[in-house]
C-alpha cells in the first residue's frame, strides 16, 4: 500500500490579492490557519526578491503561528540563504527565479550549476533544514540533485497542467508519463519525491496515484476556487481528490 500523500497549501496568492490594495487584508497568515484546519499537511511561501506577494513580515509570521511545516521557497541567493539560515524553516525548496517571469516558469538548472548548488545548501542542510530542489522530470537534472545533497526534489508539473488545459493530450499524457517515470528513479536514489506546479481537480488525481510521490504543493488554483467555494471547502475537495486517488 503507498504512504499518504501529504498536502502542502502554497498561500502566495493570497499575499497578490492583499498587495494589490497595499493595505492589511486578506491576511495570509490567516489562510494558512485555515488550510491547516481544511487538512494541509504544510503550508508553502515563496520569498521573491522582488516581494511581489509574499513578504518578510509574512514569513515570520508564517513561522510564529504555523502547526505544520512552513516549506520556504527560494532562489538561490546570499540575500534568502541568510533569511532561511535566520528562520530555520522546516523545509526549504529552491527554485528558479527570474523578476520579469509571471510565475516560475521551468526547473533548476541543476546540473550546470552543480558545484554552486552544492555549496549553497549546505549550510541550510547543517541548520536542520531539509533542502529540496524543484525540477523537471529530466534523469539529468534529478541525478545533480541528489549529487549535491539534496534530501528533496519537487518535480515541475507546468508542462502536464498546460498541456491538459489546452487539450493537446498526446503531450499531456507523454508528460504525465514523464512524471512517473521520474518519480520511480529519483525514489529509487533514495530521493524523497514531491510535485507541483498548476495542479487542478482535473489534472491531480494521475499525480497523486504516483505510489512514489510524498507530497504534492499547490496554490494558486485553490485560491483562485476559494473564491466561488471558500478556501476551507476548496481546500478539502483536493484533499478528497488526492486521498481517492491514493486509495
Given at each position: ?61 508564517l513561522m510564529e503561528v504555523l502547526d505544520v511545516p512552513l516549506n520556504f521557497e527560494m532562489a538561490a541567493t546570499d540575500e534568502m540563504q ?14 528558479p527565479e527570474k523578476r520579469e517571469e509571471r510565475t516560475t516558469e521551468g526547473g533548476l538548472e541543476v546540473a550546470r550549476e552543480e558545484n ?132
Amino acid at each position: 500500500m503507498a504512504e499518504p500523500l501529504r498536502l502542502g497549501v502554497n498561500i502566495d496568492h493570497v499575499a497578490t490579492v492583499r498587495n494589490a490594495r497595499g493595505g492589511a487584508y486578506p491576511d495570509p497568515l490567516r489562510a494558512a490557519r485555515i488550510a491547516q484546519d481544511a487538512g494541509a499537511d504544510g503550508i508553502t511561501a515563496h520569498l521573491r526578491e522582488d516581494r511581489r506577494h509574499i513578504s518578510d513580515a509574512d514569513i515570520e509570521g508564517l513561522m510564529e503561528v504555523l502547526d505544520v511545516p512552513l516549506n520556504f521557497e527560494m532562489a538561490a541567493t546570499d540575500e534568502m540563504q541568510q533569511i532561511a539560515l535566520r528562520h530555520k524553516p522546516h523545509a526549504v525548496c529552491i527554485v528558479p527565479e527570474k523578476r520579469e517571469e509571471r510565475t516560475t516558469e521551468g526547473g533548476l538548472e541543476v546540473a550546470r550549476e552543480e558545484n554552486k548548488l552544492a555549496h549553497f545548501i549546505a549550510p541550510l542542510r547543517d541548520a536542520g533544514c531539509r533542502v529540496s530542489i524543484f525540477i523537471a522530470a529530466d534523469k539529468r537534472q534529478i541525478e545533480a540533485a541528489n549529487r549535491i545533497g539534496a534530501q528533496v526534489i519537487e518535480l515541475h508539473t507546468g508542462a502536464y497542467c498546460d498541456a491538459f488545459a489546452e487539450g493537446r493530450w498526446p503531450d499531456a499524457q507523454k508528460e504525465l508519463q514523464a512524471l512517473e517515470d521520474m518519480s520511480r528513479f529519483a525514489h529509487d536514489l533514495g530521493l524523497e519525491v514531491h510535485a507541483g506546479h498548476g495542479l487542478t481537480y482535473d489534472t491531480v488525481s494521475p499525480v497523486a496515484a504516483f505510489p512514489e510521490v510524498r507530497e504534492l504543493n499547490i496554490g494558486h488554483f485553490l485560491i483562485g476556487e476559494a473564491i466561488f467555494l471558500g478556501l476551507k471547502p476548496a481546500i478539502a475537495e483536493m484533499r478528497r481528490l488526492m486521498d481517492d486517488a491514493r486509495a
